[in-house]
Nanobody, 125 residues
C-alpha cells in the first residue's frame, strides 16, 4: 500500500522559513520521480519542484533560489526547505510520486504523478 504523508506546514511571516516533509511508504521511492505541488484557493494545482532517481532537481521559476527539494533515503522522506517565504507562497502543499525513474519535461504536470498525499497548509502573512 503506497502512502505519502506530508507534515511541517504552518503559519509564518514573510521572509521566514518552513521545512515540509513527506513520509513515503510502500514504494522504493529512490526509483520514483518525486514532486511537490501547491494549490491556492481558486487556482490550479502548480508544480513547485521535482527530484528524480538520479537526484536531478527542477523548480518552477517563482521559487528558484528560495526552495530546495531533497531526498533522505535513510528516513524514506522527501523534504522541501522553503526560505524567504512570500505571501504568494500561501497554499496547500502536496507531495506526489510518479512511477518513473526520470521526471522528464512534464515534471510540473499533475498527470505525470500517480500517487498523492493529503497536503499540508502553508500560510505566509
Amino acid at each position: 500500500h503506497v502512502q505519502l504523508v506530508e507534515s511541517g506546514g504552518g503559519s509564518v511571516q514573510a521572509g521566514g522559513s518552513l521545512r515540509l516533509s513527506c513520509a513515503v511508504s510502500g514504494i522504493s521511492y529512490s526509483n520514483y520521480c518525486m514532486g511537490w505541488f501547491r494549490q491556492a484557493p481558486g487556482r490550479e494545482r502548480e508544480g513547485v519542484a521535482s527530484v528524480d532517481s538520479g537526484g536531478r532537481t527542477t523548480y518552477v521559476d517563482s521559487v528558484k533560489g528560495r526552495f530546495t527539494i531533497s531526498k533522505d533515503k535513510d528516513k524514506n522522506t522527501l523534504t522541501l526547505q522553503m526560505t524567504s517565504l512570500k505571501p504568494e507562497d500561501t497554499a496547500m502543499y502536496y507531495c506526489a510520486a510518479a512511477d518513473r525513474i526520470w521526471c522528464s519535461d512534464m515534471w510540473y504536470l499533475r498527470r505525470t504523478y500517480n500517487v498523492w498525499g493529503q497536503g499540508t497548509q502553508v500560510t505566509v502573512s
